[in-house]
């Protein structure tokens, strides 16, 4: 079965970054787009960008461009999402979702950005 | 960008009763990529819907989509109390991809 399973939670002071990985299994890796989504405390969902594993390309929401770079690997079913320069509004649960619309998500991760 | 308002914000029932939820777009949503989830605190989202008004694998009958254009609805016909939660829809046809901001339902 697919599965997306990400790494653990992370607290980071403003102004750092934070690397979130997902490693997928259970599909062919290369063959689905990987998004990501987050949810801040108390907030709705929000759409970050996505990487299209086979060659790499990404597309970003225009509210993180310049800020968020995402990356995969191929040889380890994993993808990579890299925010830069945090401030606390960035303090949220970050998921990958597969594909559109997203049938499998990973479990969360936990960035909480605090001096 | 495609917004996506929900209404009403809390609906407030009781186990048995029936659900409507609201999802209004700001422009007409491509080939009705139109899809609903259900998110539960610590849990990820479980996506219920897609293209307005199929279901996905694994869930019940008693959830159904309708819709289509700048209008669409998620009925939930007899609400079980796994049921409490808030429901997102999502429109996933055009970029950047948009949430609603939620409809709680919650026990009355």
């Known amino acids: 079965q697919v599965q997306l399973v990400q790494s653990g939670a992370e607290v980071k002071k403003p102004g750092a970054s934070v690397k979130v990985s997902c490693r997928a299994s259970?599909?062919?890796?290369?063959?689905?787009?990987m998004h990501w989504v987050r949810q801040a405390p108390g907030q709705g969902l929000e759409w970050m960008g996505l990487?299209?594993?086979?060659?790499?390309?990404?597309s970003y929401a225009q509210k993180f461009q310049g800020r968020v770079t995402m990356t995969r690997d191929t040889s380890t079913s994993t993808v990579y999402m890299e925010l830069n320069s945090l401030r606390s509004e960035d303090t949220a649960v970050y998921y990958c979702?597969?594909?559109?619309?997203?049938?499998?998500w990973g479990q969360g991760t936990l960035v909480t950005v605090s001096s | 960008e495609i917004v996506l308002t929900q209404s009403p914000g809390t609906l407030s029932l009781s186990p048995g009763e029936r659900a409507t939820l609201s999802c209004r777009a700001s422009?007409?949503?491509?080939?009705?990529?139109l899809a609903w989830y259900q998110k539960k605190p610590g849990q990820a989202p479980r996506l219920l819907i897609y293209?307005?008004?199929s279901r996905a694998t694994g869930i019940p009958d008693r959830f159904s989509g309708s819709g289509s254009g700048t209008d669409f609805t998620l009925t939930i016909s007899r609400l079980e109390p796994e049921d409490f939660a808030v429901y997102y829809c999502?429109?996933?046809?055009?970029?950047?991809?948009?949430f609603g901001g939620g409809t709680k339902v919650e026990i009355k």
């Open positions: 422009q007409s949503v491509s080939s009705s990529y």
């Open positions: 293209g307005a008004s």
């Open positions: 990487i299209i594993p086979n060659g790499g390309d990404t």
């Open positions: 979702a597969r594909a559109r619309p997203f049938p499998a």
């Open positions: 259970g599909y062919t890796f290369i063959s689905y787009y």
């Open positions: 999502q429109q996933y046809g055009a970029s950047p991809l948009t």
